[in-house]
Nanobody
Framework: VQLQASGGGLVQAGGSLRLSCAAS????????ISWFRQAPGKEREFVAA????????LHSDSVKARFTISRDNAKNTVYLQMNSLKPEDTAVYYC??????????????????WGQGTQVTVSS
């Protein structure tokens, strides 16, 4: 099982980035996929989640209306489109996978597999 996050970088406030999470995880469409982030000195926090077929999504209040999670099961990839970025969005962003036996989860302990993280830095 492997999750590979990419697409991070340095961007000015107000700019956009699109993160990708490419998965080698058996039947990709059987897994809920989420994005979490961890800023320096802070705990890892939930950002967004998407159900197996993309019918259901969940976004944290801090990113709602700015970030959008989506997936392409034909490409085994989940995306996080980030618009109107703010300096407080600066963090390492991780994708994670959990089995689809329960609803979408914000608790990182529910996730079985994690990618290596990609750095997003937003300058003011």
């Amino acid at each position: 099982v492997q999750l590979q996050a990419s697409g991070g970088g340095l961007v000015q406030a107000g700019g956009s980035l699109r993160l990708s999470c490419a998965a080698s995880i058996g039947t990709f469409s059987s897994w809920h996929i989420s994005w979490f982030r961890q800023a320096p000195g802070k705990e890892r926090e939930f950002v967004a989640a998407i159900s197996t077929r993309g019918v259901s999504t969940l976004h944290s209040d801090s990113v709602k209306a700015r970030f959008t999670i989506s997936r392409d099961n034909a490409k085994n990839t989940v995306y996080l489109q980030m618009n109107s970025l703010k300096p407080e969005d600066t963090a390492v962003y991780y994708c994670a996978a959990k089995t689809a036996d329960t609803r979408l989860e914000v608790d990182e302990l529910k996730y079985s597999f994690w990618g290596q993280g990609t750095q997003v830095t937003v300058s003011s």
